[in-house]
Nanobody
Framework: QVQLVESGGGLVQTGGSLRLSCAAS????????MGWYRQAPGKQRELVADITSGGNTRYIAFVKGRFTISRDNAKNTVYLQMNSLKPEDTAVYYCKADGRFRVGMEWVSSYWGQGTQVTVSS
């Protein structure tokens, strides 16, 4: 029943911008931190940026100054504004939420989105 629906991915050229969004819905009791991760072919999934319920953020060095993470707690939505995109940013981007989510008759402490492709052409 829980869903994390991502949107905003696509194909852009080097230097372009994209804005990703991820809206959580369904059987959600609470959400704490939310974040964006990415995985390129042949590489491990890595944290890109995350944000706590209090608004504290962190970024990997490669995206610092180019990406901005934000959230709307009332809408259970997290955003990732990506500027000055580089080919190295090409990956599948995944939204992740930490909190309490009902799956069937049980609760889980984290939930992942389905992933959205971001491709940056050189």
């Amino acid at each position: 029943q829980v869903q994390l629906v991502e949107s905003g991915g696509g194909l852009v050229q080097t230097g372009g911008s994209l804005r990703l969004s991820c809206a959580a819905s369904g059987s959600i009791f609470s959400i704490n931190a939310m974040g964006w991760y990415r995985q390129a072919p042949g590489k491990q999934r890595e944290l890109v940026a995350d944000i706590t319920s209090g608004g504290n953020t962190r970024y990997i060095a490669f995206v610092k100054g180019r990406f901005t993470i934000s959230r709307d707690n009332a809408k259970n939505t997290v955003y990732l504004q990506m500027n000055s995109l580089k080919p190295e940013d090409t990956a599948v981007y995944y939204c992740k939420a930490d909190g309490r989510f009902r799956v069937g008759m049980e609760w889980v402490s984290s939930y992942w989105g389905q992933g959205t492709q971001v491709t940056v052409s050189s």
